[in-house]
């Protein structure tokens, strides 16, 4: 069956082959058997409705994805709805964080495809056992992502020993919650005796409620002098909604979104 997937938002992680589509179709467009459209996010459900239409007269039309159906509870076809290198190994988060939209209980998949770039929603909250068949795995590859975002509150030292036999290429941790700053130093302490500031990164989320510009500022410049290379991440409630201002919020995530342009700030190479 010859299958077409649409998505409503390209993103870094989206695939890039010639049956994956970012809008609606042209007159160049193949015939299919099947439209799978895949909606990550709860602000595409609409524009997902939209291309149904657009997509309905080259074959019948599946709407899916994370924001429709929630987290998925079988397996992870690699190269799918994920570019090819993506894996995952577990699905949903035990924790209830009131800014994340991910609700289901965890899961760990008892098997998933070989790849560099770990996506779990929390690795580490996954039990020991897991952690070592997936570090047993990623043993096998090359330049190493963990781009899920790893929960500082669970790295210790026998993670951290897992992770520095591995060819890492960047691990990002993520900064979603200003009680943790004790958490993420302390993470940072025990990763960065092994790995340099250009392969720990950092989510750094901005503009949620309560936020104000200089808090999240002061937030960003605290993961620089930690050691960390920070990474914007503007909130967006369900409806897609940006904080307001959304200029100057917009304006900040991007001054804090590319390296070269934070270490230029920094005299860094």
């Given at each position: 069956?010859?299958?077409?997937?649409?998505?409503?938002?390209?993103?870094?992680?989206?695939?890039?082959?010639?049956?994956?589509?970012?809008?609606?179709?042209?007159?160049?467009?193949?015939?299919?058997d099947e439209?799978?459209?895949?909606?990550?996010?709860?602000?595409?459900?609409?524009?997902?409705?939209?291309?149904?239409?657009?997509?309905?007269?080259?074959?019948?039309?599946?709407?899916?994805?994370?924001?429709?159906?929630?987290?998925?509870?079988?397996?992870?076809?690699?190269?799918?709805?994920?570019?090819?290198?993506?894996?995952?190994?577990?699905?949903?988060?035990?924790?209830?964080?009131?800014?994340?939209?991910?609700?289901?209980?965890?899961?760990?998949?008892?098997s998933f495809?070989?790849?560099?770039?770990?996506?779990?929603?929390?690795?580490?909250?996954?039990?020991?056992?897991?952690?070592?068949?997936?570090?047993?795995?990623?043993?096998?590859?090359?330049?190493?992502?963990?781009?899920?975002?790893?929960?500082?509150?669970?790295?210790?030292?026998?993670?951290?020993?897992?992770?520095?036999?591995?060819?890492?290429?960047?691990?990002?941790?993520?900064?979603?919650?200003?009680?943790?700053?004790?958490?993420?130093?302390?993470?940072?302490?025990?990763?960065?005796?092994?790995?340099?500031?250009?392969?720990?990164?950092?989510?750094?989320?901005?503009?949620?409620?309560?936020?104000?510009?200089?808090?999240?500022?002061?937030?960003?410049?605290?993961?620089?002098?930690?050691?960390?290379?920070p990474f914007?991440?503007?909130?967006?409630?369900?409806?897609?909604?940006?904080?307001?201002?959304?200029?100057?919020?917009?304006?900040?995530?991007?001054?804090?979104?590319?390296?070269?342009?934070?270490?230029?700030?920094?005299?860094?190479?």
């Amino acid at each position: 069956m010859k299958i077409a997937r649409v998505f409503p938002s390209q993103t870094s992680m989206s695939p890039i082959d010639n049956d994956a589509y970012f809008g609606p179709p042209d007159l160049f467009t193949p015939e299919y058997d099947e439209i799978h459209i895949s909606v990550a996010f709860t602000w595409d459900i609409e524009k997902a409705d939209w291309l149904k239409k657009q997509w309905e007269y080259i074959a019948p039309v599946k709407i899916g994805g994370p924001a429709v159906d929630g987290e998925p509870k079988n397996g992870f076809k690699a190269g799918m709805y994920l570019r090819n290198g993506v894996t995952i190994t577990s699905r949903g988060c035990p924790f209830r964080c009131p800014w994340c939209f991910v609700r289901q209980n965890l899961m760990e998949l008892e098997s998933f495809p070989e790849g560099n770039m770990v996506q779990d929603n929390n690795i580490l909250a996954c039990s020991r056992p897991h952690i070592d068949k997936v570090f047993r795995m990623l043993g096998k590859q090359k330049s190493i992502q963990f781009q899920g975002g790893l929960d500082s509150r669970l790295i210790t030292d026998e993670i951290v020993e897992g992770l520095r036999g591995l060819r890492i290429y960047q691990i990002f941790l993520s900064y979603d919650d200003c009680s943790r700053e004790k958490h993420l130093i302390k993470a940072v302490e025990k990763l960065k005796k092994y790995f340099s500031r250009n392969q720990l990164r950092c989510y750094v989320l901005i503009g949620f409620d309560g936020d104000t510009y200089f808090k999240a500022i002061d937030r960003l410049m605290m993961t620089w002098e930690i050691g960390l290379l920070p990474f914007a991440m503007l909130y967006r409630n369900k409806e897609g909604n940006y904080p307001q201002p959304a200029y100057e919020w917009n304006r900040l995530q991007r001054k804090w979104c590319r390296p070269a342009i934070i270490k230029s700030r920094f005299n860094q190479k």
